[in-house]
């Protein structure tokens, strides 16, 4: 597999998403993270250094293992990753004069094996305000621009190669390119990494460590939940149970769903606890996010730990954790926090019995869907939208009540009624509500009213690493704008959000 060192880029997780799409399996890890950590090195064929955000030179800038760059396996470094490389075999790293962020264009050199086939001149996608100003030793220039005459620099002979720019982002117009050259003809890769493959693996794997355990499976009814009970199933039939906790932060109309699509497929291994009373009394007061994220976890284990005692020989808890969960809970050394804890990450307290399996780890959203649809689930499952594991608490900013959560399940609930009934629902990412922690002077026959605002957020996005705000149609804002403020007590004004992500967030929370 091919190894990706983290150095605090915004595009990390989309080196991955290009690598896995051309069928070659990786896995990313913080770049300061030891190699004596890593266990069967010769399973490597290739390493990349991601980005990062800050600057090489710094005093405590974030530095890879130096048993690093003795490994006999290719490495290719991007944008601070190349600086690296620079600093490391006596080349010289500076602040530019003039900073690129955006589209530039650069000049390939014909005998360059990383830019094989590529045109004499490429439009790239450059984002540093430092510049690569003296070549390392041994090195040759494979690529130029304006601002950057070290673009592209590479060692054949060391394998080590380093590009300024990204060649993970769409606006590269031959990234994908390079990184195939890369992967298949420097790392003589294969293209052998598929879901079926992965899938017969996990159930494998997952025989091998449940034995005869019985396991509980944490389902909410997403389809991240769906996908893993699913696959626990098929691996271990009626071993698993299958636990809904309805905890009152979900959609309305969930439970009833959950009851009828998963009740049909595990019978009476399905378990619903009512656990509302306890969320509510554990988030009274609460209006930090993480705060928020942290005790919902928190409380789900308590949960989860309360139900394991009732069946004997429970040995195990499933989770539906996805890879972008683990890498946005994770901190590098010298980042200061993560960009969001998740509520299902960090392992398991210690006075709990339970271990912990996680089937969907290592996979990204849009490949727990192909998993579904090898596993044969039903598209009203994995056609859903993402919902957040900690549902509306985290799409109503602020403290969290039984009145506040009912004003925002009402106005989410005709959201989605809107954006289906527009034939919108599947081509947007994400589509919902919610509950600003403010209240505003509005006229409402004939009187003044002092009530609350509702904002919905409609996003378009491919992986949810990035995503442009979704241009819908006025009419079909106006007409849910229109029912939220007539139909959800509470409410007198609708707002839209425009941002996007970066730097926005998809989530408020």
């Known amino acids: 597999m091919i190894l990706i060192l983290d150095f605090g880029s915004q595009y990390t997780q989309l080196i991955a998403r290009r690598i896995r799409e051309k069928k070659v399996y990786c896995e990313i890890y913080p ?17 990349i250094l991601s980005g990062g955000y800050g600057s090489v030179y710094e005093k405590n800038a974030l530095k890879p293992d130096e048993k690093l760059w003795s490994l006999p396996i290719p490495i290719l470094g991007i944008c601070y990753g190349a600086q690296l490389i620079a600093q490391k075999f006596g080349g010289k790293v500076v602040p530019s004069k003039m900073r690129e962020f955006g589209l530039a264009s650069i000049s390939v050199k014909k005998d360059s094996a990383l830019m094989e086939g590529l045109n004499e001149k490429e439009d790239v996608w450059m984002s540093h305000g430092d510049k690569i100003s003296k070549i390392p030793l041994g090195f040759q220039i494979a690529a130029n621009s304006d601002n950057s005459p070290l673009a592209a620099i590479e060692n054949k002979s060391k394998q080590i190669y380093g590009v300024q720019f990204h060649p993970e982002v769409k606006h590269t117009e031959n990234g994908s390119k390079i990184l195939s050259n ?21 159930i494998k794997a997952i025989r091998e460590i449940a034995g005869k355990s019985k396991v509980l499976c944490a389902l909410s009814g997403g389809v991240d939940s769906s996908v893993a009970s699913f696959i626990l199933h098929k691996a271990l039939g009626k071993n698993l149970f299958c636990v809904y906790v309805e905890h009152g932060l979900q959609k309305l109309g969930e439970t009833e769903r959950v009851k009828k699509v998963f009740g049909a497929k595990f019978g009476k291994n399905l378990k619903i606890i009512n656990a509302k009373k306890i969320f509510l009394e554990k988030l009274k007061g609460v209006c930090d996010p993480e705060t928020k994220r942290k005790t919902i976890g928190k409380t789900f284990i308590e949960v989860f730990e309360k139900e394991a005692r009732k069946i004997k020989g429970a040995n195990f808890l499933l989770q539906g954790t996805i890879y972008p969960d683990i890498i946005e809970s994770v901190s590098i050394k010298g980042k200061k926090v993560p960009i969001k804890s998740h509520h299902n990450v960090g392992g398991l307290p210690k006075k709990m019995n339970l271990k912990i399996i996680e089937p969907l780890k290592f996979l990204f959203k849009d490949e727990v869907r192909v998993l579904g649809k090898k596993l044969n689930i039903p598209a009203e499952i994995l056609d859903r939208q993402p919902f957040p594991g900690p549902g509306f608490a985290v799409r109503c900013i602020g403290a969290v009540d039984a009145e506040r959560l009912d004003i925002l399940g009402k106005a989410d609930f005709i959201v989605e009624q809107e954006i289906r009934k527009a034939s919108l629902y599947e081509s947007l990412w994400q589509s919902f509500a919610v509950l600003l922690p403010i209240k505003t002077v509005g006229v409402m026959g004939d009187a003044r009213t002092y009530e609350n605002v509702i904002a919905i957020r409609a996003v378009n996005s491919a992986d949810a ?7 819908i149609p006025y009419n079909v804002l106006n007409a849910i704008s229109s029912r939220i403020i007539n139909e959800v007590k509470g409410v007198n004004r609708v707002v839209y959000d425009i941002s996007n992500k970066p730097p926005a967030t998809i989530e408020w929370e």
């Open 31 to 47: 770049g300061n993270k030891k190699i004596s950590a890593f266990a069967g090195l010769s399973a490597f064929k290739g390493i």
């Open 182 to 202: 890369f992967l298949f003809k420097i790392c003589k890769e294969k293209c052998d990494w598929t879901m079926d493959l992965y899938a017969e693996r996990e």
């Open 465 to 471: 690493m990035t995503a442009d705000w979704a241009k």
